[in-house]
């Protein structure tokens, strides 16, 4: 007879129940593929509205039709055009537009999608553009700041407008949305 140590048996697997045995892939959305000329040519859209002056219908534009299934390059692009029109809007008119909008058909999806975008600009302007480290110590008399030398321009400025839509966000969708979009598994 064979020695079998039981202590290395995973009785988990034995019980048809357990987690161990459900399928993950049925949590996660389906999304349809998008190709990155399909993004770019939706980016030509969105700046041909802002040129044109209708910064809302772009914003709706681009938050109606997140790339999904994109590659990450598709992404960033569309990241961009988000982020760009998120500064061509005046801060007087971000909480009109953002009530307009709630109140809309899918409003609710549309400002989660909006907070996603937030975050994810937020992560991206807070890093470095260049490859090597830019990030210094500075010795401040015991104390050691660090400060970012050159990290792109305009990193500070554009961070200050996302956190202002992220104010002005959650005063009109509420901490809801935050919880809604740490949930959502899809990813902008």
Known sequence: MATVNWRTINVDLLDPESSANFD???LLPSVPS????EVQTLCNQIKQLLRG???EGALRGALENAP???DAQAKDVHLATVVETLQSIKQS???PMLSRMYSSEGGSETLDVLMKYLYKGMSHTSQPSSGRSSITPQATGGF???QSR??????????SVLLSWHEKLVEIAGVGSIV????DRRTV
């Open 68 to 70: 999904y299934g994109g």
């Open 93 to 95: 008119e971000m909480s």
């Open 24 to 26: 993950v892939s049925s």
């Open 144 to 146: 050691s700041q660090i």
């Open 34 to 37: 998008v190709s990155a000329s």
């Open 180 to 183: 809604r979009v740490m949930a």
């Open 53 to 55: 002056g209708d910064s």
């Open 150 to 159: 050159g990290g792109g321009e305009g990193g500070g400025q554009a961070m």
